[in-house]
């Protein structure tokens, strides 16, 4: 069973929520607020052209938000408006699409987020590294754990042959 991972959030989604949330509150894994004194030193897209370790060539384009926090700036405020204007921008002039994001922010290295929506914040996600190949690099398939007694609780039965066992 192949289990769908969740996609960061894409830019035209992005774009709507700047339209109609004025507060830019970004909310890390560990729960902590990124600083309200944040810059936003790029807006771009990351091309990344690759074999996997099956051999199948891939492209993958995402648009890269890279955050930035400078301590002798505490006064800065960057406003969904001006993020907006930014965003708008670089669309203008390097033809970003409605792709999905990817936000780079330094932590005790530069680590890199996915982006969602919620409750008015806006929240990098953990992303992690997978093999694309699974079925060629010998992995196996995940399989569907169930608990017996469920299967009892159901009404059906288990017979030779019906599959359940």
Not at 65 to 85: A, F, G, I, N, Y
Request: glycine content about 10%.
């Amino acid at each position: 069973m192949n289990v769908a991972k969740k996609l960061s959030m894409k830019l035209e989604e992005l774009k709507s929520h700047l339209q109609s949330n004025q507060e830019l509150n970004l909310i890390l894994p560990n729960g902590q607020f990124v600083p309200k004194h944040f810059h936003i030193t790029e807006v771009g897209m990351n091309t990344r052209h690759f074999i996997d370790c099956g051999g199948t060539e891939r492209i993958e384009k995402k648009v890269n938000l890279q955050l930035w926090v400078e301590d002798r700036d505490p006064d800065h405020r960057l406003s969904s408006e001006k993020l907006l204007s930014i965003i708008n921008l670089s669309q203008e002039k390097i033809g970003l699409g409605n792709l999905e994001i990817e936000v780079e922010y330094q932590g005790q290295t530069i680590g890199k987020y996915g982006l969602e929506f919620e409750s008015g914040n806006y929240l990098l996600t953990s992303t992690q590294t997978d093999c694309l190949a699974k079925d060629l690099c010998g992995v196996p398939e995940e399989k569907v754990k169930v608990n017996m007694a469920d299967l009892s609780n159901t009404g059906s039965t288990c017979t030779p042959g019906g599959g359940c066992c």
